[in-house]
Every structure is written in structure tokens, then in C-alpha cells.
């Protein structure tokens, strides 16, 4: 089979990387995928680094196996803890792509001065995007702030929820987002529920995720490296790690209907 006939291999802790999912299919909708969300493990997020490198090499090894043409990570904690480890083993076999490079170029392409992060402990502890920041020579001014909740309470379905409502309040409160002119969603998960954090700041600031700049990204590596399909060639697939309604659900939401989703076991 010509390369360029190949899915696209995408992964994620959970539901979160289904938004990543949906981007690329908008950007590329001759393109299919295989989408793995490690539901058993999830969140990633309080995982250690070294825990998340086993879950996230036994993900890219079922995907090179069926196989795909390009890896992208949909989850912000993998990204920044495992994409470096991910590449120097799989360099030879396939190009994987993580979230947060892509959206660091946006916000500085947009001149971003003040930024608010919000994210995982994972992300926000490993530093990885004021560490991108100061590699592209950027001032940008950056709060970030851990918000552990939020990523579970999504995955349980309960956003635009009183729930919901509570804990942003609890997290955006903090005197530190007042004077940001921009907020990133550092999580795949949070787009869920971006209108909620764009109406808890009353519309006045703008709101980033790593979904839209991500496949820009992957729509150019595509491209200049002749891969990109010329007509589609298969259906999306679905896998998890463990069957959640949840999942069903948000899955379903996104594609308008019932998606078949089979589970594969990874090992602990």
C-alpha cells in the first residue's frame, strides 16, 4: 500500500484527545485515523514520568503494528514528559508529533504578551511551555497554574454542570489570570469546556487550545513530505484501554451517532 494511504495514529489519557481528533478531520478530511484513549490509566496527569513513557511506548508500538503514517500525541502530560523518549526510539519508523509546540508558534505568531496556562500537574510542573517560550526568544509573560480536577470531572461527563461551574470558579479565581490578555487550554480534555471558561472571563480574553494549531502542523508535515491522501481510504477506528460510558458518549457527540470502540488491554 502506498504510504500516503496509511491512517493517521492518534492518542490520548482519555476523551480529551478526541477534540485533537476532530480538528485534523476538519483540516484534513481526506485523512483517516486510529485513536487509542488509555481510559484505564487516565488521568496522566498524577502519573510519574517514567510511568507515562511505559503507557505511551506500549500505545505507539500497537499503532506502528497496524500500521499508521503519523503518531500524534493528543494529551499535553505525554506530550511534554514522553514525546522527546518517544522520538529517539521511533525515529526510524514513523514521525510523532506532540501538542504543544504547535500552539506555542500560534500565541507568539498572535503576539501574546500576558499568557494564563492552565493544565495538569504533569504539564505544568515539567515546565515545558515557558521552556518553549524562552527557546523561540519570546517575552511572553506566563502564569500557570495546576488544575488536577478539572481533566476527571470531564471524563465523567460532567461539564456545563454545577460541578463544572464550581471548580473553574474555584481555579480562575486566582488573582494570577486577572491581567492575562490570552488563557491556554494546556490539556486536550479542557476545549470541552471552553465556552464555560470563556463565559467565566465574560468573553474578554482569548481562549487557546492545541487542537486547530496542531493540525495545521500536522497538515504541513503531510504535505512536504508527500504523505497527504488524496481521497479517503478507510474509516476512523476506535480503541480504549477500558470500556467507559463516558467515552461512548463524547465519541458519539463528535461524530454525530454510535462509534464502535474495541478495547485493548495494555499491561501495567
Known sequence: MNKAQLPIGIFDSGIGGLTVAKAIEEALPHEHFIYFGDTLHMPYGDRSPEVIRGY?????EFL??????????????ASALAAGYL????????????VIRPVIQEM?????????????HATIQSGIYPLLAQEYHSEMDIFQMATPLLAPMIEEGLFDSEVSKALLHQYLSNPGFSDRDAILLACTHYPLIK???????????????????LAKSAKKYLSENGLLAEKRMGENRFYVSAQTPHFAKTASMFY???VEIETILLND
Open 56 to 60: 505511551c511506548r506500549q500505545i505507539v
Open 64 to 77: 506502528i503494528q497496524q500500521p499508521v503514517k503519523l503518531i500524534i500525541i493528543a494529551c499535553n502530560s
Open 87 to 98: 522520538r529517539q526510539l521511533y525515529w526510524q519508523e514513523v514521525e510523532i508529533m506532540g
Open 108 to 120: 507568539i505568531n498572535q503576539h501574546v504578551k500576558k499568557l494564563g496556562i492552565i493544565g495538569t
Open 195 to 213: 465556552n464555560e471558561i470563556d463565559a467565566f472571563f465574560n468573553g474578554r480574553k482569548l481562549i487557546f487550545d492545541n487542537a486547530g494549531p
Open 256 to 258: 454525530g451517532g454510535p
